[in-house]
Each structure stands twice: as C-alpha cells, then as structure tokens.
C-alpha cells in the first residue's frame, strides 16, 4: 500500500491564458484532489509560480512532475515536503464590533497574534497569519461568539536553504 503525504508544489511557468486550467487538468486525471492553490508572479518578471498542496504518494509525484514538465509553457517543476519549505496562510475574519469589548475575545486575538485591519461601526476585520492549524485554532475560538464572514488564502511558500 501507498503511503501519501502532504506535498508542495512549485510549478514556474509563462503567463499564458489557460494555464490554470491545463495544470488543474492534469492533477484531474491523476484524481489528486487540490487542498490548497496559489498563482502569482515569481521572482523572475512574467514567470509565473504556481504553488499546489495535495497529498500523494512519492511514487505518484514523479509521474505528476513528468506530465506537467510536459506542457509547453513550463518552465521547472519542484515538489516540496513541508520540512523543506517555509510557509505561509492568510485568513481574515469578520466579527460584530462589540465583541471588541469583550476581555476574552481581545485575549483570544492577542494570544493567536492576530491583528484588527479594520473596525467599523457594524464589524471588526481581523487578520491572522500562520499555519493552517493556526488559522482553524483561532476560527473555532471566534466561532463561540459568531463569525459574520471568513475567507482563506491558499499556501505561499519559499524554499529552506539546501543543505
């Protein structure tokens, strides 16, 4: 049996229309289920990065690097385990403006190293970074006392330095 774990993927490619979609394609028709995806542009002006997390088997990886290396407008495939990259959410959370006062919420928000982005006579807009656990930690500690709006970016990650 395959053991699968959480991987990484660092896809550096041209910006070209579709692209998404040809590379979404090809985790489709392996049935690997995205958890998480982010595009942007790299270091390097008009090479895009693409970073996907999902889990797989090592085995598994090497066929998916293969096809996606494939595909014209790639330059480079990298797949990462988590112990060689660093990495990054984003999550921002909306909850009623009188909750500000509330000793135990401003406690739960200092505690998870949250910040307050925005407060509104209705809301309050806070926003966390960290790791996954981090974000859902401090989402389940608000949710006791109602969340109006929440949203998630995906994983931003850079490589550790080779050892």
Do not use: C, W
């Amino acid at each position: 049996m395959m053991t699968e774990q959480e991987f990484t993927l660092s896809v550096f490619t041209e910006n070209s229309v579709g692209m998404l979609t040809r590379i979404t394609n090809v985790f489709t028709r392996r049935h690997i289920n995205i958890d998480s995806l982010t595009v942007s542009e790299s270091e390097i002006k008009q090479v895009f990065k693409y970073t996907v997390v999902f889990k797989s088997s090592q085995a598994q990886i090497e066929k998916l690097i293969g096809q996606l290396e494939r595909l014209v407008e790639v330059f480079n495939v990298f797949a990462h385990k988590n112990e060689d990259i660093i990495y990054q959410e984003l999550a921002l959370y909306k909850v009623k403006t009188d909750l500000l006062s509330n000793r135990e919420v401003e406690q739960i928000i200092r505690e998870s190293q949250a910040r307050i982005l925005s407060v509104d006579k209705d809301f309050i807009a806070i926003e966390k970074t960290g790791y996954i656990e981090e974000i859902e930690n401090l989402f389940t500690q608000l949710s006791d006392f109602g969340i109006l709006e929440f949203t998630r970016s995906g994983r931003v990650a850079i490589t550790k330095p080779m050892r």
